[in-house]
């Protein structure tokens, strides 16, 4: 039961980062001017026939962001009071502590007008509460705990530099929506009917990074991916992740491009960040799982039971019965 | 605390959370404290006029009509609602023209009025979408519709602010500290809703009507630069100068 909750928990944050996204891109930010409450209204009160303009988009968001937060609440609890490992149980806690932290973050900037340090913050650290509800559903599902894993350094160090680089395109992305930079480079796939802009200022200079960025992605990826086939091809649990990164990175740059030609049309544009996540998500599962034999020398070294377990597929849940 | 109390306190809080806000709100932003200076009277007998237009050469570009349907209300409140940018008539002439003085008062202080401006919120767009205050004078922000709106002034020197007005019939008051030209108002609910206001630490600024005029009266004699600001077309300026009783004429034309 705990892995498929922590997969729904996971699950739900990307809905929160989709919905996120749409409060961004159609404008809705300060449609609500207060909070924690809603005009006034407790959240949950809040009568539904006046969820109208942008305060469908706003309120929908601080719904669903409680809900997950809710969720993350139980998940840390379970983890807690069921899970072995220290170190998930860990995760579970820095995951508490950063949907709170998510939470307040999205209340200030709200506050305090949307200044664009604390609305790219409260865009970044959404990706980190979904990376860390998805490592916990990961490591706390089956798979996970059934398989050996590959002691490849290569494949280690390059599915790390990919995740890490994604997440910073992702920074950069998040810079570009909220200083309004989402078309400071009105043409694609060329800036201006060039390939280097011959104009420059701060937008211009932005927009290009989430270019070249993605470019960058696109190059470590197609090394991470083309590795996993060449070198691990025969491994469901490297080449599945695979795949699905390849497909999502062709889904992102399409995505991309129309988020510029159609003007930023909001459902386009909310489609690509929740689509950024998803790739940010894949190449976490799949630098896990290169880093999969590691977690297993880590736990032995720490003295946990657990690392002995792991190693040897015979993993036992807290309070059950062997 | 026993747990009885609890439940009492948490309902409680409940109860007040869920209250909506009150009809009657008023909320004052104060300005920033300067002192009151010694207004100057102007001599009536010796003040001096600038009227004028304002045109447009070109081909005018015509109103757009508004998607209301995020909001029923506003779909069955102003079903023909339509973009207020571009008031031009079929003769070229500009309404929504922000005229005033920039420049030529010298050291001159004015009265601050008592009586507040007032801008409505009714049938989802701001009436006016064009006005003038001066520093110090109350602006009254009026929710007539039966929905929510927000009301968010996004100045760059003045102090920004964000009020909701959820209940029909809700004021509020708000002052500017600075003067400033012009601080953009939006509803963030409707997002076609938006108004510009001129603020100034003088009386003579007009928004030209429909016909494209604007009168600025009572001026003391003297060298004036007039400025003409619209919020597409851009500002133009003109120098102008009264004699005493004077009245001068004045046309802008923005082209297309």
């Not at chain 1, 020398?297 to 190693?311: K, L, Y």
């Not at chain 2, 439940?7 to 104060?30: K, P, R």
């Not at chain 2, 520093?135 to 007539?144: C, T």
Request: charged residues 10%; aromatic residues 8%; glycine residues 8%.
């Amino acid at each position: 039961m705990l892995p498929a909750f922590a997969a729904l928990v996971a699950a739900s944050t990307a809905l929160l980062i989709f919905a996120g996204g749409l409060v961004t891109s159609t404008g809705s930010g300060l449609s609500v001017p207060d909070w924690p409450n809603t005009y006034g209204w407790f959240m949950w009160a809040f009568p539904i026939s006046k969820m109208v303009g942008g305060i469908f988009y706003e309120h929908l968001h601080r719904l669903i962001a409680s809900t997950v937060g809710f969720l993350i609440v139980v998940l840390t609890v379970w983890l807690w009071k069921a899970e072995p490992r220290a170190w998930v149980r860990k995760l579970g806690y820095v995951a508490l502590a950063a949907v709170i932290t998510q939470g307040v973050l999205g209340g200030i900037t709200v506050l305090w007008y949307l200044p664009d340090a604390i609305s790219i913050a409260h865009a970044s650290l959404a990706q980190i509460v979904f990376c860390l509800t998805s490592t916990i559903a990961l490591v706390t599902s089956r798979r996970w705990i059934r398989d050996s894993g590959v002691n490849d350094r290569t494949l280690q160090r390059i599915s790390m530099a990919t995740t890490a680089v994604i997440y910073a395109q992702i920074v950069v992305g998040a810079t570009m929506r909220h200083t309004g930079a989402g078309l400071a480079i009105p043409d694609f796939p060329f800036a201006f009917g060039h390939v280097i802009p011959p104009v420059w200022d701060a937008k211009i200079a932005i927009h290009f990074a989430h270019r070249v960025g993605a470019l960058t992605v696109a190059v470590l990826i197609l090394a991470t991916t083309g590795h996993v086939f060449f070198h691990h091809g025969r491994r469901r649990e490297l080449r599945n992740p695979a795949i699905l990164l390849l497909a999502l990175l062709t889904m992102q740059i399409t995505l991309g491009a129309l988020t510029v030609l159609s003007q930023k049309h909001f459902i386009i544009n909310s489609l690509h960040v929740v689509n950024g996540a998803l790739v940010l998500v894949t190449s976490l599962v799949l630098t896990l799982r290169a880093h999969r034999v590691r977690f297993a020398e880590f736990a032995a070294n720490s003295g946990s039971a657990i690392g002995f377990a792991e190693r040897n597929a015979a993993y036992v849940p807290r309070g059950a019965n062997a | 605390m026993t747990r009885l109390s609890l439940a009492v306190c948490a309902a409680a809080a409940l109860v007040i959370a869920c209250g909506g806000g009150s009809q009657n709100q008023q909320q004052t932003s104060a300005p920033a404290a300067t002192p009151a200076p010694v207004a100057a009277a102007v001599d009536a007998a010796t003040a001096a006029t600038v009227t004028g237009k304002v045109k447009f050469e070109g081909t005018p570009p015509a109103p757009q009509p508004i998607k209301l349907s995020s909001d029923p209300y506003c779909q069955k409140a102003n079903p023909g609602l339509t973009t207020e940018t571009e008031v031009v008539s079929a003769d070229g002439a500009v309404g929504n023209v922000f005229v005033y003085v920039k420049d030529g008062l010298g050291g001159r202080t004015f009265p601050t009025p008592a009586q507040p401006v007032v801008l409505d919120q009714k049938g989802c767009h701001y009436a006016p979408h064009v006005l003038g205050i001066q520093v110090g004078q109350p602006l009254q922000i009026v929710n007539s519709d039966d929905t929510l709106h927000n009301v968010h002034g996004l100045p760059m020197v003045n102090k920004e602010f964000n009020q909701g007005q959820p209940i029909q019939g809700m004021k509020m008051t708000h002052t500017f500290s600075t003067k400033e030209v012009m601080v953009p108002f939006k509803c963030d609910v409707h997002g076609w809703m938006n108004a510009w206001i001129g603020v100034l630490d003088h009386p003579y600024y007009a928004v030209t009507s429909t016909d494209g005029s604007f009168s600025l009266k009572g001026l003391p004699p003297g060298t004036y630069t007039i400025e003409a600001w619209h919020e597409k077309l851009g500002t133009q300026t003109q120098t102008v100068t009264v004699a005493g009783k004077e009245s001068k004429d004045v046309q802008f034309t923005f082209k297309g």
